[in-house]
Nanobody, 116 residues
Framework: VQLQASGGGLVQPGGSLRLTCATSGVTPDHYATGWFRQAPGKEREGVSCITNDDGMIFYADSVKGRFTITRDNAKKTVYLQMNSLKPEDTAVYYC??????????WGQGTQVTVSS
């Protein structure tokens, strides 16, 4: 099982990035799939996820209205479109796929830096 996160980078406040999580060895819609982030000196926090059974979507309050998560089951890929980025969005972003029966898997992380 592999989760490969990409798409991070340096962007100015108000800019946009799209993160991609390419998976292999899993069927994404059998897992709750989503994104977490960890800023320096802070604990890892959940950003957004899509559930496996009914496809419900959840967002952290801090990103609601700015971030959009989508999942392409045919491509086995999960995306996070991030708009109106703020300096406080700066963090390493990790993708995750979790199922209580099949396991809990993490990608390697991609750095997002929002700075002028």
């Amino acid at each position: 099982v592999q989760l490969q996160a990409s798409g991070g980078g340096l962007v100015q406040p108000g800019g946009s990035l799209r993160l991609t999580c390419a998976t292999s060895g899993v069927t994404p819609d059998h897992y709750a799939t989503g994104w977490f982030r960890q800023a320096p000196g802070k604990e890892r926090e959940g950003v957004s996820c899509i559930t496996n059974d009914d496809g419900m979507i959840f967002y952290a309050d801090s990103v609601k209205g700015r971030f959009t998560i989508t999942r392409d089951n045919a491509k086995k890929t999960v995306y996070l479109q991030m708009n109106s980025l703020k300096p406080e969005d700066t963090a390493v972003y990790y993708c995750n796929a979790e199922n209580p029966y099949y396991g809990d898997y993490w990608g390697q992380g991609t750095q997002v830096t929002v700075s002028s």
